[in-house]
C-alpha cells in the first residue's frame, strides 16, 4: 500500500505558474497526474516512469511538466502558461507498471491521492 499526499495547489491568473507535489509512502516505479474538473470526466494530465520518461496529454504539453526525485520518493507538476480551462481537482496517482499507451483515463492506476485544487481566473 502507498499513500500519496500532494501539495502546492491554489489560485492564480491565467498566464500564471504553479508547482504542485505529491509526496509517496514509499517507492513507486509509475506515478501520473490526473484533473477532474466539476461535471468533467477526469482525464490525465501526464505520467512519468521510474527512468524519466514522460507522456502528457495534449492539452498540457509544452506548458506542464513532470519530473520526480526518487530519492525523496516526490512527483512534481509545474504548470506554466495556465489557463481558466486547467481549473480543476488534481491527483496524483502511482502504479508498479506504466501502460504508456492507456493511461489516459487513470484506471490503471492502483493508489490514489485525496487531490488539490487549482483555480485559475481570467
Known amino acids: 500500500q502507498v499513500q500519496l499526499v500532494e501539495s502546492g495547489g491554489g489560485s492564480v491568473q491565467a498566464g500564471g505558474s504553479l508547482r504542485l507535489s505529491c509526496a509517496a509512502s514509499g517507492y513507486t516505479y509509475c506515478t501520473g497526474w490526473f484533473r477532474q474538473a466539476p461535471g468533467s470526466e477526469r482525464e490525465g494530465v501526464g505520467i512519468i516512469g521510474n527512468y524519466g520518461r514522460t507522456s502528457y496529454a495534449d492539452s498540457v504539453k509544452g506548458r506542464f511538466t513532470i519530473s520526480k526525485d526518487n530519492a525523496k520518493n516526490t512527483l512534481y507538476l509545474q504548470m506554466n502558461s495556465l489557463k481558466p480551462e486547467d481549473t480543476a481537482m488534481y491527483y496524483c496517482?502511482?502504479?508498479?507498471?506504466?501502460?504508456?499507451?492507456?493511461w489516459g483515463s487513470g484506471t490503471r492506476f492502483r493508489w490514489w491521492g485525496q487531490g488539490t485544487q487549482v483555480t485559475v481566473s481570467s
Open positions: 496517482a502511482a502504479d508498479p507498471v506504466c501502460n504508456w499507451v492507456k
